[in-house]
């Protein structure tokens, strides 16, 4: 089936997981489009530039992937988590009320998310957000790690996918997310799931 044709219509899916597994196919269906006009994806494994830049998710995600952890890799996180929440909060960029912030910018904190690993792979990555499956680059590498050359690198878009994506999260977060924000800051999403308390030179965060 085409994309076009799989987009007509919302289709609303029980689960976090079952919603992830459909926007694969999608994306793939969109990757290999892409591919034909000779923009082929830069991404692969071991390629983690886009993981220090800023990610906003849905509170639903955040608990999925917090869920579906180990106990023991839970316990590993939590000085992460409070470590780039401080950096954060320090760092003046950006308000714990806003979802806005430069991806250059933040990439000069040299903040990785908390959940890649040491040999520069996704601990999650079956269960990575949403905003992680649609942040695909097509132009050279070199626009993904060098900082001066970030701002000309080029990304596959398809509104159509991004638009269905937003409104499959706010029919998955119904009865779950009851109060607070529906999309947010990764890591302080995680940050509250954990009831992790950070004290920075600014006073309590949470």
């Given at each position: ?58 509170r639903v995600e955040a ?24 950096a954060m909060e320090t ?24 959940l890649l690993s040491a ?88």
């Amino acid at each position: 089936m085409a994309m076009s044709e799989t987009l007509k219509a919302p289709v609303w899916h029980a689960s976090v997981p079952d919603f992830y597994a459909w926007l694969d196919r999608i994306l793939e269906l969109a990757k290999a489009k892409t591919a034909s006009k000779g923009r082929p994806l830069t991404c692969q494994a071991h390629c983690s530039s886009c993981c220090s830049e800023p990610l906003t998710v849905s509170r639903v995600e955040a608990r999925h992937i917090w869920d579906r952890l180990p106990e023991e890799t839970r316990q590993t996180l939590v000085p992460r988590i409070q470590a780039w929440m401080v950096a954060m909060e320090t760092s003046g960029l950006v308000t714990f009320q806003s979802n806005n912030l430069d991806a250059v910018q933040y990439r000069r904190l040299n903040l990785v998310c908390p959940l890649l690993s040491a040999d520069g792979l996704c601990s999650v990555y079956a269960d990575r957000p949403t905003s992680c499956r649609l942040h695909m680059a097509v132009g050279p590498r070199a626009c993904c790690d060098d900082m001066d050359k970030r701002p000309r690198q080029q990304f596959m878009m398809v509104p159509e996918i991004t638009r269905y994506a937003a409104l499959c999260m706010v029919h998955l977060s119904e009865g779950v997310v009851e109060t607070g924000h529906l999309v947010g800051w990764f890591g302080i999403f995680l940050g509250l799931i954990t009831d992790v308390e950070v004290v920075s030179t600014r006073g309590t965060i949470r």
